[in-house]
């Protein structure tokens, strides 16, 4: 299934693969590479055709099957022009199976082939953008290793894929595809290698990053965060309410009245683009709703004259947005938006007015999150999510003890790892200093 190895490649994979790789000493992730980067400019074994049918998936299911180590996976979506989060390519690398292409579009079910690589150890980058599109075709790994949290966990400042990959191995990577339309049929040839040239060097990436992560006793660390990645793998995303309030620039829409006229046109549009199976804001941009929520146009000459409802497209549809505005208009006061509950603590600009006490235990949670992580070459975030913090420093335990901070920090989602290297500390400065005394 794959062509010939392109005439004109400047780069020869095979050598630097198969050579021995020290494990990295400088994990700041900033320094230069040690020596010049090669750019890898297509496929050591060419660029593979998609795969389309049943019967070239039942062939490359077997190949997959039969191959050795662990398998690249990575998916390709259209975001920003599409409404669904959808996979459109899925890529995937084997020893002694190559690389394989396969197009999700005439094969929406990809159940055979998750059922062929299901021992096997799965190697993503950014593993948590593309398991849930994965999912959707019916692949899940049991067992996965995310090459961009292993590098976070290895306090490499730089972890996108093309820098690590440049860093540890050598090799260049263009990423001028990344922000493709990978709906579009047929696909260029050059989107091809590059979704190829994703996975080429994936696995040994992962080779490097877990001899790193042993080097530096973090491996348990990183097997329960891939852990929890497995276990999240398949749960669709948390809905949010009232996602309308999301409108960029919304803060400038003062009162409910233009609020309702906000909500209206948001799920107007929402309305066109998840029919048109089109990005929201390829139908009708934010500032345009913003704009015509300020100024409540009443006819389509003065809707066409705002910002952002110049396009045809747009232009198209404006009866729809008036007949979006003209239901907000209609609405009784008791149907106009009202300001939700916030769940969890307030954003904690706002805690220094409503709480000061609470600001200043979270000020002394954050100093000890910085120097743990610091102290163990960590991302803040990494070591622990700032929202756990928040919500701890605003309601501590009543007993103020590490088992109950440990407690707590589980509750909200915290790993055993994390909770091991930050629960003491944070349970000795949640209490409110003693005042001092002369």
């Not at 005439?106 to 593993?127: F, K, N, R, Y």
């Not at 306090?155 to 493709?180: D, I, M, N, P, W």
């Not at 006229?261 to 990005?279: I, N, T």
């Not at 747009?314 to 208009?329: E, F, N, Y």
């Amino acid at each position: 299934m794959t062509d010939d190895a392109s005439p004109d490649r400047r780069d020869s994979p095979d050598h630097a693969i198969d050579g021995p790789h020290d494990a990295p000493t400088d994990t700041s992730g900033g320094s230069e590479p040690a020596r010049e980067s090669v750019p890898l400019t297509a496929p050591r074994d060419g660029t593979p055709r998609p795969v389309e049918t049943a019967d070239e998936l039942a062939e490359v299911v077997a190949r997959l099957a039969a191959g050795s180590g662990p398998v690249a996976v990575d998916a390709e979506r259209a975001s920003g022009y599409r409404y669904t989060q959808r996979a459109y390519l899925v890529q995937l690398r084997r020893e002694g199976a190559g690389t394989v292409l396969l197009d999700p579009m005439p094969l929406a079910d990809l159940s055979t082939l998750d059922a062929a690589l299901a021992p096997t150890e799965w190697v993503l980058h950014a593993a948590s953008q593309d398991l849930a599109c994965l999912a959707e075709l019916g692949m899940k790994p049991r067992k996965l290793f995310d090459t961009e949290l292993a590098a976070r966990l290895c306090g490499f400042e730089r972890v996108g894929l093309a820098a690590l990959t440049e860093q540890l191995l050598g090799y260049s990577l263009e990423k001028h595809h990344s922000a493709a339309d990978w709906s579009t049929r047929p696909l260029p040839e050059s989107w091809l290698t590059y979704a190829a040239l994703d996975v080429e060097l994936l696995t040994n990436l992962r080779d490097l990053l877990a001899d790193e992560l042993a080097r530096q006793g973090k491996a348990d660390w990183a097997a329960e965060e891939f852990a929890a990645l497995v276990a999240g793998a398949d749960k669709p995303p948390r809905s949010r309410p009232d996602p309308w309030r999301r409108t960029s620039g919304i803060h400038r829409v003062r009162g409910a009245r233009a609020q309702s006229r906000v909500r209206a046109l948001w799920y107007a549009r929402d309305g066109v683009a998840a029919r048109r199976d089109s990005a929201p804001g390829r139908v009708l941009p934010d500032s345009a709703i913003i704009a015509a929520a300020e100024l409540d146009p009443k006819d389509e000459k003065t809707l066409l004259g705002l910002p952002g409802f110049g396009g045809r497209s747009v232009r198209r549809l404006a009866r729809v947005w008036l007949d979006a505005l003209d239901a907000a208009r209609a609405l009784g006061d008791d149907e106009l938006p009202v300001n939700q509950p916030v769940e969890g603590p307030p954003p904690p600009h706002r805690w220094a007015e409503r709480d000061p006490i609470a600001a200043a235990r979270l000020q002394r949670c954050r100093q000890i999150v910085i120097a743990t992580a610091e102290a163990h070459t960590l991302p803040p975030e990494n070591l622990i999510s700032p929202d756990f913090v928040r919500r701890l420093a605003w309601s501590p335990p009543e007993d103020v003890t590490p088992q109950a901070v440990g407690d707590a920090l589980r509750g909200f989602g915290a790993r055993d790892w994390q909770v091991g290297l930050i629960a003491d500390a944070l349970a000795k400065v949640l209490p409110e200093a003693p005042a001092a005394t002369d």
